[in-house]
């Protein structure tokens, strides 16, 4: 979903890859905060099971997209400042741009929801929920990175 000049491993499973004692205390880390979202939400545990790492460089962008075959999904920002994309997870409702009151924007009737990433930042989301960078490019100088 990477557009520009932009870099993935998806497919690899970036924790696994790290030392021992690191890939062990991110992984447990991670286990409490998807424990915990499963729990708010009323739904069945989930074990992480892959994880990867995106690099943006200026003038990339994130497509929209959702991840199938995946019950929760999450973006952990590694490295992001104020130049650095945002992240919009836009709303399921289909019938959300019909409304009657177009002119009056809340949280209830937008489109899209934008979050700045801010190092250290984790979003986890269900896995169904579309998102991506909207018109948005990355133009931090710095590499952008997230998992």
């Known amino acids: ?3 520009g000049d932009a870099e993935t491993n998806f497919g ?9 004692q690191i890939s062990l205390n991110l ?12 729990s708010n939400f009323g739904i069945a545990k989930v074990q992480l099971s892959n994880s990867w790492v995106s690099i943006q460089r200026p003038h990339s962008k994130l497509q929209k997209h959702t991840h199938p075959g995946s019950e929760i999904s999450g973006v952990l920002y ?14 399921p409702n289909p019938f959300a741009a019909f409304t009657t009151i177009r002119n009056y924007n809340s949280e209830y009737i937008s489109d899209s929801k934008k979050f700045i990433p ?18 948005d490019e990355n133009m931090s100088k710095n590499k952008t990175g997230s998992c």
Do not use: R
Not at 78 to 91: G, H, R, T
Not at 123 to 130: D, E, K, R, V
């Open 78 to 91: 590694l490295k992001a400042d104020e130049q650095s994309s945002p992240i919009y997870f836009y709303n």
């Open 118 to 135: 801010e190092t250290g930042t984790l979003l986890l989301f269900p896995s169904w929920l579309q998102h991506g960078s909207g018109d």
């Open 12 to 20: 690899g499973d970036v924790i696994k890859d790290l030392p021992n």
């Open 27 to 38: 992984h447990m880390k991670l286990q409490i905060c998807l424990d915990q979202f499963s």
């Open 1 to 3: 979903a990477l557009l």
